[in-house]
């Protein structure tokens, strides 16, 4: 069915003229006939599934997962594409629930697990809604709860603001709806700058002024102190450390803080590394990207290649390599 550029715009949540770079730039196919573009439904269809375009609904009712009655359950939350799910659903949870803000995120989650219930800003949701959306009455058990709260505000690439910042804030509301929501575990992963961010951040240029004094509030760890406190009065039983996804198989060094709360108010153990860097305890080898494709090759994939101007850097990075491998000028110009 043949649509218009005006028709093409609402559906994508785009302007006509966006509509028409995209058509001109053979993005979107279309036809051109006199000064007009003319589109296929299915083409502009097509394009929506695989961009980022459009407005994903804010919520898909529940339909009923199929599972054995002892099937482990979890609800996810800052779910973004799901990837942490993936790894729960392996180790044998049926993950019921969804929260994600990012559009493409949940466009995503949409196209891959289209029975999940999915919302958006979990703020909009007490532990009774959530309950409810998820198919669980107020007295069901719930196995897990897992997310991962934006890290923005600890990060030590941004301002560090911790509780102060709106992204932080939403961290003590996932906090809140774990205490309400009563799950046996919880799993919460953030940045390595958790662990050294303070309660209240002052900017350093503040802190350099005659006669400041720095509060307890300001010292480093404040944060998670505080995270860590709420949890324990709540009667949770908590243990973080700061893990490096290369140490459990993953062939990337990609290093997270994990706290794992337990509502029986036990500590829980912490994990144990299944690789090494060096080998050591006789352990496998840190896995390489080639080694961890190695079982595509001769596959047929769809894929997108990078634009030349990003791969001119990529050819001048070796093996085991990164940005930081390139002379600096190149760097700055790659920034």
């Given amino acids: 069915m043949a649509i218009s550029i005006n028709q093409a715009a609402e559906q994508l949540n785009l302007t006509p003229q ?93 196209r891959n697990q289209p029975d999940i219930a999915l919302v958006g800003d979990m703020r909009d949701y007490g532990a009774a809604g959530v309950r409810s959306l998820a198919g669980l009455s107020a007295t069901d058990e719930i196995d897990l709860i897992v997310g991962g709260p934006p890290c ?15 992204r932080g804030n939403v961290f003590l509301n996932f906090i809140d709806l774990i205490i309400d929501l009563q799950p046996k575990y919880a799993v919460i992963e953030n940045v390595r700058g958790l662990l050294s961010a303070s309660l209240k951040h002052t900017p350093h240029s503040e802190r350099a002024m005659e006669g ?69 305890f006789e352990l496998p080898y840190w896995r390489t990207f080639e080694e961890a494709i190695e079982s595509l090759k001769g596959v047929d994939h769809q894929h997108i290649n990078f634009p030349e101007k990003r791969l001119k850097y990529y050819r001048m990075i070796g093996p085991g390599q990164n940005w930081r491998s390139l002379p600096l000028e190149v760097q700055k110009e790659a920034m």
């Fill in 212 to 280: 400041y004094q720095s509060s307890i509030e300001e010292q480093p760890g404040g944060a998670l102190i505080h995270i860590l406190e709420k949890l324990e009065a709540n009667g949770f039983g908590v243990s973080f450390n700061l893990y490096n996804a290369a140490n459990f198989g993953t062939p990337q060094k990609r290093e997270r803080v994990i706290l794992i709360c337990s509502r029986d108010g036990k500590k829980p153990p912490y994990l144990e590394p299944t690789h090494s860097e060096t080998g050591a």
């Fill in 18 to 110: 966006q509509v028409r770079s995209l058509c001109r730039n053979e993005k979107l196919p279309a036809q051109k006939v006199g000064k007009t573009w003319i589109l296929e439904q299915e083409d502009v269809s097509a394009y929506y599934a695989q961009s980022t375009c459009g407005v994903a609904e804010d919520q898909i009712p529940y339909t009923t997962r199929t599972r054995a009655k002892d099937t482990p359950i979890a609800l996810s939350f800052f779910s973004g594409a799901m990837g942490m799910d993936i790894g729960i659903e392996r180790a044998g949870f049926k993950t019921l629930f969804a929260s994600e803000i990012n559009n493409a995120c949940r466009k995503t989650i949409r």
């Fill in 152 to 166: 923005q505000a600890f990060s030590t690439a941004g301002k560090r603001r911790a509780f102060t910042d709106e």
